[in-house]
Structures are given as C-alpha cells and as structure tokens.
C-alpha cells in the first residue's frame, strides 16, 4: 500500500536532506603552525638573555591582576634586605646596591674593606658581612649564587705577596669568599675572580695620562653579584669500606 503522505516525504514537514560535511583539513595545518611557533619561540628564549629582575617584576604584577594574590619576588626582596643592612651600618655612601639582568649588585668601596695594598679584611666591616651572609643563607636564596670580583686601580704594585694587581685583586675576593664559608655558606654557591684593573668604572687617568685619585678610589671595589642559578644536586660522598 503507498503511504498516504506520498514516496519520499517527511510526514513532518519538508523533504530533509543531510548538509555537506565541511572540510575540517585546515585544523591539521593550522596545528602544525602553532606548534612549529611554538618551537620557534622555545628556541628564541634558550639563545637570548632573560631580563630576570624584569621577568620577576612582570611576573609579580600578572599573577596579583589575574588572582589578586601578591607573590614572592626574591630578586627584588634580597636587594631590600641588604639596603637595610647597609642602612642600618651607615655604610650608603661606601656600598652601592642595584640591580642588572641577572639579579643584584653590591659594590664595595676598598677603603671600608682592606688597607692599601693589602687584601686581608678590616675588622670593622666583619660585622656587616655577616648579616650578609646570614641573610643569604635564607631557604628563599639558596639557589642563589654568590659571584665576588676584585677590582683595582691602575697603579703597579711589586711585593713579595702581591707581583701585581691580579693577584691582590684576586686575594681579596678569595678572602671575601672565605669569610663566606666560614660563615657557613654552602660552597657550591660560591665562585671568585679577581680582575685586576681592567674593568675600571670610570677612567683612572685624564687625556694627558695623568691620574685622577677620586676616579681611581672609584675603581678599587669589591662587587658581590647575586643571581639565580640551577646546579645539579650535591650527592654525598660515601666512603669506601674498609676490607674485612
């Protein structure tokens, strides 16, 4: 029997027809694009150098707009709590603090460290290294490395301890380096390089080769670097045992 409504109709309505399946292809090539992007970007980030007192900074501010939550910037909290050491020394205008691409910079002023021409540390700055050192023991720095050059000026030395500025220069980061240890900083954050007196600040002499004393003070330093550092895990030694 024919069905009453006719061959081929919809006995609700209009003759429907199934729609043309679209070509979903593009999705294959538009996933490919942001992956090699992706990749692309990756690559760009491991060869560059990363602005980390800046990343920390952007960092900070997206995470307090995004949950209003405030969160750690060690970066910018280590530089704060040596200005308020060297604050409470009354040492501003003998160390200068700032910070770089990589973290933080101490400098220090020669004549509150060392007599001239020697590298053993003066007994009047002890006590603010080691609020220093207590300070970056704290768990939040512990991937910090602690990086110590020594700087001179140009004028030649000649002694029996020190030939020539490079190894007065080196003296005294190594021994700012000891005090470290012996303040218990782990030794695996630790590095040192004396410089001599080839990364001056400001010229030691004018345009006539005569020296310029103030400049020449400037240029007798001691700078700390602070930065964040990944290094392996220390594993412990084991001792060999002894034959039975």
Known sequence: MA???GQNRNPFGAHRTSKPREDEGWLITYADTITNLMALFIMMLAVSTVDLSAFEQ???QLQKDFTGKETARPISEIRQQIE???ESKGLEDQIEISQDKKGVVVEFSSNILFTSGKADLLPAIKPTFTEIAEELKNETYRSYTIE??????????????FPSNWELSARRATN????????DVEKSRLKAAGYADI???VPNRDAA?????????RNRRIVIRLYPESRPATVPAVEPKEAS
């Open 176 to 183: 700012v380096i000891r005090f470290m240890l012996d303040a």
């Open 209 to 217: 080769g005569k020296p310029i004393p103030e400049n020449q003070a």
């Open 84 to 86: 308020r050491i060297v």
């Open 3 to 5: 069905s009453p409504f």
């Open 148 to 161: 110590v050059e020594g700087h001179t000026d140009d004028n030649p030395i000649h002694t029996a301890e």
């Open 199 to 201: 990364h001056p600040k």
């Open 58 to 60: 952007v960092s900070a």
